[in-house]
């Protein structure tokens, strides 16, 4: 999905940029939402990576990963169960797509076909531009 338009959204909560010292946290939410589209060194690929703590705890996240000199994706975005319907992944998403344009790049996001995100992420002005294939290897 490649953004058109970004909508208006009001950002509401304590947006925190995240640093080294929660690769942990940033992990095990990932891995609690959608297990096995993380590893630990994932935070080593691409730009930041940005949450919001409630309850001193971690609870919604969403980062910036594959780059080129053209465009950023924004991954990662996920929100602890016990947290959704709160707006904190559109407010998330909204503030990611607001940082790469700065830097004069296309944001854009890839997930997968039945994503019950993907009504959000259009909401957002982003558009599906094309349908793609992935396949996971691995050894007998």
């Not at 891995?31 to 590893?39: A, F, I, Q, T």
């Amino acid at each position: 999905m490649v953004l058109n338009q970004l909508s208006d959204v009001e950002i509401t909560e304590d947006i925190v940029l995240l640093d080294e010292s929660y690769i942990e946290e940033i992990y095990n939410l990932v891995w609690l939402v959608m297990p096995g589209y993380y590893k630990k060194r994932t935070f080593e690929m691409g730009g930041n990576y940005y949450g919001i703590i409630k309850d001193d705890k971690l609870v919604a996240i969403a980062g910036q990963r594959m780059q080129t000199d053209l465009f950023i994706e924004v991954s990662a975005v996920v929100t602890h169960p016990n947290y959704t319907r709160k707006g904190f992944a559109k407010q998330l998403i909204a503030h990611n797509t607001k940082e790469i344009l700065k830097v004069n790049k296309q944001p854009i996001l890839h997930t997968n076909k039945g994503n019950l995100a993907i009504p959000l992420y259009q909401k957002l002005g982003y558009e599906l531009t094309r349908d793609m294939n992935w396949w996971l290897f691995h050894k007998k």
